[in-house]
């Protein structure tokens, strides 16, 4: 079946610009995680949606980048005013979490690249 | 100090090789551990849970000692695409994944 799907795949921006990007988990999947990945780094957490429960924003670097989740499907990241310390690639991963099962699927990524 | 610390790489081995990755965490209440794979420009994937009792997967052994809060994962007879970056990855009581920084593996010929 149909993975992790995120768009744009590379977007390059001005810094100052704003970009959303987004994220289509797998259907059914109840949670849905945003990560950033700066070059030769680990997986930085930033945000976790469960199903109706309000998000864990504890990992959002700044009042700059927010989230969105419609319908308990798609999810969108939004980075307003972008800086050139925003590139990197955005991973979104979506999970069943029922009782038998937490694996958690990843997108593809999308490259931000802040000019 | 990191919720989830793995040790520095590059591991760079020769085929054939046993190597171990070793990881600590700090949060005692953490909940459920894990390993995942993730190759040069690709997104992570699961490669295997981790439990008290260890698991085995083929040439892949994962151990979890909760009392010393210490995970580590054993691969045998490493194979030329088993090059790639290992993740220690515990997952919190508030249901949230915690990754370390990776431990990169280059096995040669």
């Known amino acids: 079946g149909a993975g992790v799907s995120q768009s744009p795949s590379n977007k390059v921006t001005e810094k100052g610009k704003d970009v959303e990007l987004r994220c289509d988990p797998i259907s059914g999947h109840t949670a849905l995680y945003w990560y950033r990945q700066s070059l030769g780094q680990g997986l930085e957490f930033l945000i976790y949606?469960?199903?109706?429960?309000?998000?864990?924003k504890s990992g959002l670097p700044s009042d700059r980048f927010s989230a969105e989740r419609t319908g308990g499907s798609v999810s969108t990241l939004t980075i307003q005013r972008t800086q050139q310390e925003d590139s990197a690639v955005y991973l979104c991963?979506?999970?069943?979490?029922?009782?038998?099962?937490?694996?958690?699927?990843f997108g593809p990524g999308t490259r931000l690249t802040v000019l | 100090r990191k919720e989830v610390e793995q040790d520095p790489g590059p591991f760079n081995v020769p085929e054939g090789a046993t190597v171990a990755f070793n990881c600590t965490y700090s949060n005692s209440a953490s909940q459920s551990f894990f390993w995942y794979r993730q190759d040069c420009r690709k997104e992570p994937k699961l490669l295997m849970s981790?439990?008290?009792s260890g698991n085995e997967d083929g040439r892949f052994t994962a151990q979890l000692n909760r009392a010393s809060q210490y995970i580590s994962l054993l691969i045998r007879d490493s194979k030329l695409s088993d090059s790639a970056t290992y993740l220690c990855?515990?997952?919190?009581?508030?249901?949230?994944?915690?990754f370390g920084q990776g431990t990169e593996l280059s096995v040669k010929p």
């Open positions: 949606f469960q199903g109706n429960s309000a998000p864990d």
């Open positions: 991963a979506s999970s069943l979490e029922d009782f038998s099962t937490d694996t958690q699927y």
């Open positions: 990855v515990v997952k919190n009581q508030g249901g949230k994944l915690i």
């Open positions: 981790v439990y008290s």
